[in-house]
């Protein structure tokens, strides 16, 4: 954290260095992005991901979307727009922080000098990418409407501090859990480490990671108070589903 010099941020320990949170999903017809969070580009260019073939957003906060830009040398490789699955209002932020995407000179400029981009909407009911059926869960943000996205066995749902009843049901089952889990306190719009761990024992996944981790938590000392089924994710870290 800028300004900061505590035990975590000082750390030597990488897996105490965490950039704004995103995740790949690697399927049989390309990869699958969820966020683009401003450190995009060393992101991919440190997990060597050369291409990404669609893109979720889960909401419309900085963090979470601003580094929309680094996808400009992607069309380029995918010989067309990258197709960005959002809500309208994430749609209608991306295009007033990008307004020059989104220009009439911008259709004209060659690929590569702009992002070229396509929006397709989504709302509550299920819609597939890459022939993978994603079921997004609706979640509470403060007063802020959030997706958490469910691909198979897998749940990722970030910035949350209240998961509705009906969101519960659509969890029902899941192996893997990405939730958020903030910081040690309660938060007003994300889960503490005991609110999440509340949720996690409702639904027994078989495998729970930890994520959008501030530097309240120290990775080392944290993991071993956790249950054995939960992990703190960590930059970098991969696992098949």
């Known amino acids: 954290m800028v300004g900061c010099d505590c035990a975590v941020c000082a750390s030597t320990d990488p897996r105490n260095h965490r950039y704004r949170c995103a995740v790949l999903i690697r399927t049989d017809f390309g990869n699958i992005l969820i966020d683009t969070p401003p450190e995009l580009r ?18 419309a906060h900085a963090d979470h979307m601003y580094g929309m830009d680094d996808l400009r040398p992607i069309p380029r490789l995918l ?16 295009r007033r922080s990008f307004a020059y995407a989104f220009s009439p000179e911008a259709e004209i400029q060659p690929m590569g000098y702009l992002p070229k981009l396509t929006f397709r909407n989504i709302t509550e009911a299920p819609f597939t990418v890459l022939e993978e059926c994603i079921t997004p869960i609706p979640l509470e943000h403060a007063h802020f409407n959030v997706f958490g996205f469910r691909i198979g066995n897998l749940a990722y749902c970030t910035d949350v501090n209240k998961i509705p009843k009906e969101s519960m049901k659509r969890l029902e089952g ?7 889990a903030l ?14 761990l509340e949720v996690i024992d409702r639904l027994q996944p078989a495998k729970a990671y930890l994520t959008h981790i501030s530097h309240d938590i120290e990775h080392e000392a944290t993991s071993k108070t956790l249950p054995p089924n939960v992990e703190i994710a960590y930059d970098g870290l991969c696992f098949p589903f």
């Open 42 to 59: 060393l992101q991919l260019l440190r997990a060597k991901v050369q291409i990404v073939h669609a893109v979720l957003y889960t909401h």
């Open 79 to 94: 010989g067309g727009p990258v197709p960005l699955y959002c809500t309208n209002e994430v749609e209608r932020q991306l």
């Open 174 to 180: 899941v192996e893997i859990l990405i939730l958020d």
């Open 183 to 196: 910081r040690f306190r309660p938060h007003p719009a994300h889960f503490c480490v005991d609110e999440a």
